[in-house]
């Protein structure tokens, strides 16, 4: 869909635009090339198109535009995302470059766009709105301060808001949720991930994380390829004791899984991995070890939600990771991202003494 020259475009422009930003943290590369490669299991049931926007010829903003089938099986809604979304502080930029992701979405039958996602909702999503004073997490985004008001001039509203809560790794629970673990622990077993028996357990995560947020706003169940996938990314750089798996009974009922911040890894790297950034990287992961963890996926079985069972297995995976965590000296976790309405896992999160320090927003407009 773009050829070589005009992805290269496509990528670098970021690195111009936050060359004044010191918490921005240029991505690897490599893993952006993939993003839009055809090897990305996501393009199985979505499609997609982007575009480059030129003021003679400098590149001064960039987007795209996709349509998910799963999305549209699982609501019967025709709604479209934009995404990737960069751009010069010019109205006019961000009028052309919404307006064709607007007008090929017409094209492709939807109704409504929804966005920004890069490329889906269980990709990074949303435009930081509060909280530019430190540097984004990994798998999550950074923006200039005045994304959000440019894409509200072309006529978005607010659709909801996405919550980041950053907690210190050795946070204590209340006295009250002490007494629910105590009186429920006995029932369950917790247990790490087994690489020997990886495409096992990645399918045990897969099932458990698709049915406890079934019901939750813009939900797009991950594939089995996807987490295959993601599996992979286990395989290499997350510690086994940050996958934690609950049972209850002898079935699986919930789940977690933490990445360490690869973003502190990678921040001096400038993108690249060679010709040394490999070693730096592998050094810095697994022998420094970065000092921030992500929780990235935390489920409970939709029917065990909202008992105090539930929140009980919540709790419990939390401080497993939790201590993987401080054996490998990490100080801070960020827990993201979180919907605003989800009152019963902000309380949670809250009761830990964990404060919101980011907030990113997914707007949406009729087509």
């Not at 499609?47 to 030129?54: N, T, V």
């Not at 997350?238 to 996958?243: A, I, Q, T, W």
């Not at 789940?255 to 360490?260: C, F, N, Q, S, Y």
Request: charged share 25%.
């Amino acid at each position: 869909m773009m050829g070589r020259s005009a992805k290269r475009a496509f990528w670098a422009l970021p690195q111009r635009l936050y060359r004044n930003d010191p918490h921005w943290v240029p991505p690897l590369l490599l893993e952006r090339h993939e993003l839009l490669s055809a090897r990305n299991p996501l393009f199985e049931h979505a499609r997609w198109q982007a575009w480059l926007a030129k003021r003679g010829d400098q590149v001064v903003g960039r987007i795209s535009a996709q349509v998910d089938t799963l999305y549209e099986q699982t609501h019967g809604e025709r709604v479209g995302y934009f995404g990737l979304l960069e751009a010069e502080d010019d109205p006019q930029v961000f009028a052309a470059l919404l307006g064709a992701a607007e007008d090929w979405l017409r094209g492709q039958g939807m109704t409504e766009i929804r966005g920004p996602f890069n490329l889906s909702i269980n990709e990074e999503c949303g435009v930081l709105v509060d909280g530019f004073d430190t540097p984004p997490m990994v798998m999550m985004g950074h923006a200039l301060p005045y994304y959000g008001p440019r894409i509200q001039e072309q006529g978005y509203a607010k659709a909801k808001d996405l919550l980041a809560y950053i907690v210190d790794a050795d946070f204590r629970f209340s006295p009250a949720a002490q007494r629910v673990l105590e009186r429920e622990r006995d029932q369950v077993t917790l247990r790490p991930l087994d690489l020997k028996h990886l495409d096992r357990d990645i399918a045990i995560l897969r099932d458990i994380f698709n049915d406890a947020w079934a019901g939750n706003w813009g939900f797009v169940p991950f594939t089995a390829a996807e987490f295959r996938q993601l599996g992979q990314l286990v395989r290499w750089l997350v510690d086994p004791g940050f996958v934690q798996i609950a049972e209850v009974a002898g079935e699986p009922v919930a789940m977690i899984a933490v990445l360490p911040n690869l973003n502190e890894a990678i921040a001096d790297l400038h993108g690249r991995l060679l010709p040394f950034g490999w070693a730096r990287l592998l050094w810095r992961l697994k022998v420094r070890h970065p000092k921030a963890v992500r929780v990235a996926l935390l489920g409970v079985r939709q029917r065990l939600q909202r008992t105090r069972l539930g929140a009980a297995l919540a709790m419990l995976v939390v401080d497993a990771v939790r201590q993987t965590g401080l054996r490998r000296g990490v100080t801070q976790a960020e827990m993201s991202w979180i919907l605003e309405d989800n009152r019963g896992m902000r309380s949670i999160i809250e009761s830990l003494g964990s404060r919101c320090y980011k907030r990113y927003r997914i707007y949406g407009k009729a087509l």
